[in-house]
């Protein structure tokens, strides 16, 4: 039996072997040495790009539940402000909750004393919701005769693209 000489390994790992084929079976085998750590190189590689495919879906996941929760809030606030204008059907009518438009700068989130007429107080309380559950989140009205059409906008994006916008219409 032949004995198959020793390398020394330049890597300081274990010594490799040097292949010398006696016949064309051995040969294949010697022409296979290493293919096992490329195939395990590769799949390495694909499971890698799967996984950061996967982080990728992840948080295009996370921005898209955010947006719709957004969009939720807007919409409950929109419905919010046009149940206080139909509960006050009379002072709406006399012109209380209009002229209410987009502010230049959206208002801090803080606590705010409500005073003046259940007109004023709605407005102070709806622009106060806007700005403290919404991203930058401003409202308008305008009523024509009996419809009133309430506006809410905020920004989705974190300033990197247009303010999003939920417009609805409601009849007194």
Partial sequence: MK????????????ALKRCHAPNR????RCQQLGASLVEALVAALLLSLG??????????SLRFASSVS???????????IADRIRA???ATLDGAYDGQAFPETPPACSAVELIGTTAERDLQAWTTH??????????ALDRTGAIVTITV???DSRGQDAPKQFLMETEL
Avoid: H, K
């Fill in 153 to 155: 906008r905020w920004d």
């Fill in 88 to 90: 006050n059907r009379p």
């Fill in 130 to 139: 806007l700005a403290c559950q919404l991203p930058r989140g401003v409202g």
């Fill in 3 to 14: 004995r198959i000489p020793l390398l020394s390994n330049p890597l300081g790992g274990p």
């Fill in 70 to 80: 957004q969009r939720s809030q807007a919409t409950y606030l929109a419905y919010d």
């Fill in 51 to 60: 996984l950061l495919g996967l982080a990728s879906l992840q948080a295009t």
């Fill in 25 to 28: 079976a051995a040969s294949r």
